[in-house]
């Protein structure tokens, strides 16, 4: 796939992870999960339930804290959330 380049936006760096975490979804049900990458607007993670895009999440990051989270992307178990502004 060629990408127009006057238009291509870079991709933040990805920080690498493997780190466990809890989730609370929108009707403040903890789901389980484990973070793979972590980016300065987002992260990539999986969890034992399918969510669907457009969800809002709540989790703490490492060296961050707590953010919330929209679901941009899901593959099965796997997931990418943009970090919404607080």
Do not use: Y
């Not at 300065?40 to 953010?67: H, N, Q, Y």
């Amino acid at each position: 796939m060629d990408r127009d380049p006057e238009n291509h936006v870079p991709r933040e760096p990805r920080e690498p992870c493997n780190i466990e975490v809890v989730m609370i979804d929108e009707n403040g049900q903890e789901i389980l999960g484990r973070l793979g990458n972590i980016s300065g607007g987002g992260f990539m993670a999986e969890c034992e339930e399918k969510l669907p895009i457009g969800a809002i999440i709540s989790v703490t990051l490492p060296e961050r804290g707590p953010v919330r989270g929209e679901i941009r992307w899901a593959l099965g178990w796997k997931f990418g959330a943009q970090i919404l502004p607080a």
